[in-house]
């Protein structure tokens, strides 16, 4: 790995959660910074590129502590007082892996957000957006300051049976009401601050962020909305009435769906976790929550740049010929 100035170390019984002066973009760091690694096992590529992130990062002058483990082990606490894990107490998450590796740290950080730098072992990668053969240079280019902190808004939902709350999660990228078995159709009333909007039929409902908007809602046809914008996408899976499209519209407003006949299989699903089997007459609410999620961009990468790369736009274009090979019989 390339050479880097070295940070001096720092008493960490006076570091600050306060991210100004520790991580401040366009303020190069000058001293040294708590960091998490974090990472799935079983993900082979893991746990080498782990060891020389962490060999690099002690030698600069930074703490580091490294959690490569199985995904059950990031799980959020149950409610009781617990002591702080190793990404709330850090400066900076690097999380190896995917985008499931980001949502799973995101929710296992839960209402203590730490900024996070993303390395993409996995496919796609809208979050994790580094390669492993980027990273060094994105760090270069964090210790320098030349760096953004782009805050992305997360969302509770809440589930009520009755005048009780039964379940609730926090979420990134999106709730998912799903008819199950046995796969009939059913239907979901959209109440919008207390008022019927719609009644959706069909095989369900997705109600995504911008985040989650190139993840399960771009795979169901749905846009593709701006990160940084604080919105819900409403996205009908399969609807039975023509009219019925996708609905973009602003996070502060109070959402409540309601399941009157489920069928049996019918759940709620957060971010790809089964949060609750439902029952009929189920409340589900989605609201704007208030931790945000916080991500490290650097000028390596830009929005378009990374749909670009992503989702191989224009990609036909370059290998178009000029020329039409079609002949007029």
Not at 134 to 142: G, M, T
Request: proline share 6%; aromatic share 6%; glycine share 8%.
């Amino acid at each position: 790995m390339a050479d880097h100035a070295k940070i001096p170390s720092k008493n960490t019984d006076l570091r600050s959660k306060e991210m100004a002066g520790r991580l401040s973009p366009g303020k190069p760091v000058t001293e040294s910074l708590q960091i998490a690694l974090i990472g799935p096992e079983e993900v082979l590529e893991t746990k080498p590129l782990a060891n020389d992130l962490q060999k690099l990062l002690k030698d600069l002058g930074h703490d580091v502590k490294m959690m490569v483990a199985d995904r059950t082990a990031w799980e959020p606490d149950d409610g009781e007082k617990k002591p702080s894990n190793v990404a709330q107490d850090a400066d900076l998450v690097i999380v190896l892996g995917g985008d499931g590796s980001i949502l799973r740290t995101a929710r296992w950080m839960g209402y203590q957000q730490t900024p996070v730098l993303g390395v993409n072992l996995g496919r796609l990668g809208f979050l994790a957006d580094f390669s492993p053969n980027e990273v060094e240079a994105a760090i270069n280019e964090l210790i320098a300051g030349r760096f953004r902190l782009v805050e992305h808004m997360m969302f509770e939902t809440r589930v009520l049976r009755g005048n009780n709350t039964i379940a609730s999660d926090l979420g990134l990228n999106e709730t998912s009401i799903l008819a199950g078995p046995p796969f009939s159709l059913f239907e979901i009333e959209l109440y919008v601050d207390g008022e019927l909007a719609t009644v959706y039929r069909g095989d369900g409902l997705i109600i995504s962020t911008p985040v989650g908007s190139t993840a399960y809602n771009m795979s169901a046809g749905g846009p593709i909305v701006r990160k940084s914008i604080e919105a819900f996408i409403f996205t009908p899976l399969n609807p039975h009435t023509l009219t019925h499209r996708t609905v973009v519209d602003t996070a502060s407003r109070d959402y409540t769906l309601v399941v009157p006949s489920p069928n049996k299989g019918s759940s709620c699903v957060v971010d790809g976790r089964l949060l609750l089997a439902l029952q009929a007459g189920d409340k589900i609410r989605v609201s704007l929550a208030a931790p945000k999620f916080c991500l490290i961009e650097t000028n390596q990468h830009s929005y378009y740049s990374t749909l670009r790369d992503k989702l191989t736009w224009g990609s036909g274009l370059r290998n178009t010929s000029p020329r039409s090979n079609c002949r007029k019989s």
